[in-house]
């Protein structure tokens, strides 16, 4: 990466970053398009300490666009973008704060240069705009990362998530070159993700971590503390219990599941996220429940085998993509902290569910507090203000969407405490249908150990 006068950087190759921070999916600075000559604006100069309004000027070529900016190396975010104009967009849609946890690896400050410039690298929190419905499918967003200059950072989760939108974009290099997601994709499917919780289930139960193919840097936590493979349920662990219902994310090598364990001959809640790269397991983060004191609630002889909903193949013309089963999702946690489904006008189906450690919740036949629960949309529920949130998984097949859950400080399960919850979420055709959920009581601050995507409902 080349730095130019007053934030204008380019990247070779895949990606092409022109004044003040816009990315453009493309090979190079100069190249054709079907035949049309593709040339990026020359650089724009002025004093260290300026700013302008973030626009550049459009080359003559078909390419998606993502602008991303440090909040104080512009004077405000466009309210438009000519890209998104040009391909006959939607009204720009707020999407999910991404949180960064961990600073960057750049640092900007310097004697006599200000916020525009940049400041000591430091986690944050960057906005994200995406204009729907671009004309091909191309990608137009904008990402501005708050209270940052031009240089410092990225933050890992802000470049993961650039990443990714340019991967998602149709053509050129970031999607059809060899790359990670592509490749992770293709080296494990759907069976061998399955397949590999199963290897890990059953190595657990016999006691020998050593059978599992562990990548030599994998990591291990159990209720967020790092453990060696073989300690926490693995020393105690007995058998495994028919209810298991796998979350397999083929895209992102992702296999998750909520399964019955025994411990000792006694019934566990065992959540699992394993990470295969190479056919090998990077990470394994676990949470166990074993009891009502650590679950709030736990109805776990109610557990025999997953529901058939859950279970089932959605159909393919009613499936979601991916980032649709994330925002049908995302519902959940917005009207979780203002209190009210009604109030975020969640798209529950008229069927809609929710179970808890085993407990219906919601839906119909709920006993909890009919009439009330009958209705999940409608059911009387807490406010949550300190709640936050990261996405786990999406078995688009299946068309479950796994989000962990920090539901935030509520001192009824213990002062400090909160309850965390991983819920998968059943959408399809634009509703959600189902929730099933296994929680934990913890520390509201604890951290999960994994929280590189640490996510705030949006309103």
């Not at 049309?36 to 260290?48: G, I, K, M, T």
């Not at 994994?450 to 309103?459: A, F, I, K, L, Y």
Request: net charge neutral.
């Amino acid at each position: 990466m080349v730095n130019e006068p007053c934030g204008i950087r380019r990247v070779a190759a895949a990606v092409m970053l022109t004044a003040v921070g816009h990315v453009a999916v493309a090979e190079a600075q100069t190249r054709t398009l079907a035949g049309v000559p593709c040339v990026s604006p020359p650089p724009l100069h002025c004093d260290a300490e300026c700013t302008r309004p973030g626009v550049a000027s459009v080359p003559p070529c078909d390419l998606s666009y993502i602008f991303t900016s440090g909040e104080h190396e512009i004077t405000a975010l466009p309210a438009t973008s000519p890209w998104a104009q040009k391909y006959a967009y939607g009204a720009r849609e707020r999407r999910a704060d991404v949180v960064d946890t961990v600073k960057g690896y750049v640092t900007g400050a310097a004697p006599g240069r200000g916020a525009s410039w940049g400041l000591a690298a430091r986690p944050g929190t960057a906005e994200v705009f995406v204009y729907p419905k671009c004309k091909d499918r191309r990608i137009v967003a904008d990402v501005l990362r708050m209270d940052k200059g031009h240089t410092e950072g990225l933050e890992p989760r802000v470049t993961e998530s650039l990443i990714a939108m340019m991967v998602s974009a149709p053509g050129g290099k970031a999607r059809a070159g060899d790359t990670r997601a592509r490749a992770v994709g293709e080296d494990c499917d759907r069976e061998c993700l399955r397949g590999f919780i199963t290897r890990y289930l059953d190595a657990m139960v016999a006691h020998t971590p050593r059978a599992l193919p562990v990548a030599a840097n994998v990591r291990f936590t159990e209720d967020t503390v790092d453990l060696k493979l073989g300690e926490g349920l693995w020393k105690a662990a007995s058998k495994i219990r028919p209810y298991r219902l796998d979350i397999l994310d083929a895209t992102q090598g992702v296999a998750a599941s909520q399964v019955v364990v025994e411990e000792a001959g006694s019934p566990v809640m065992l959540v699992l996220r394993l990470k295969v790269v190479n056919k090998l397991i990077t990470d394994v983060e676990s949470q166990v429940t074993r009891s009502q004191k650590e679950g709030a609630i736990f109805a776990i002889d109610a557990l025999q085998a997953p529901n058939a909903a859950m279970i089932a193949p959605v159909a393919s013309a009613m499936r979601s993509s991916r980032a649709e089963a994330i925002k049908l999702a995302e519902y959940y946690p917005a009207g979780l902290e203002v209190g009210s489904f009604v109030a975020v006008d969640a798209p529950f189906a008229a069927d809609a569910y929710r179970f808890e450690n085993g407990r219906l919740m919601a839906g119909k036949g709920c006993t909890v507090s009919p009439p009330s629960c009958e209705d999940i949309k409608a059911q009387t529920i807490s406010t949550h203000p300190g709640l936050s949130y990261r996405v786990v998984a999406v078995d688009e097949e299946l068309g479950i969407a796994l989000l962990r859950i920090n539901f935030g400080r509520a001192d009824r399960y213990g002062v400090g405490n909160a309850l965390i919850v991983w819920e998968a979420f059943k959408v399809y055709a634009g509703q959600v249908h189902a929730v099933e959920a296994f929680m934990r009581i913890m520390p509201a601050d604890a951290g999960s150990g994994w929280d590189s995507d640490v996510r705030r409902p949006v309103h």
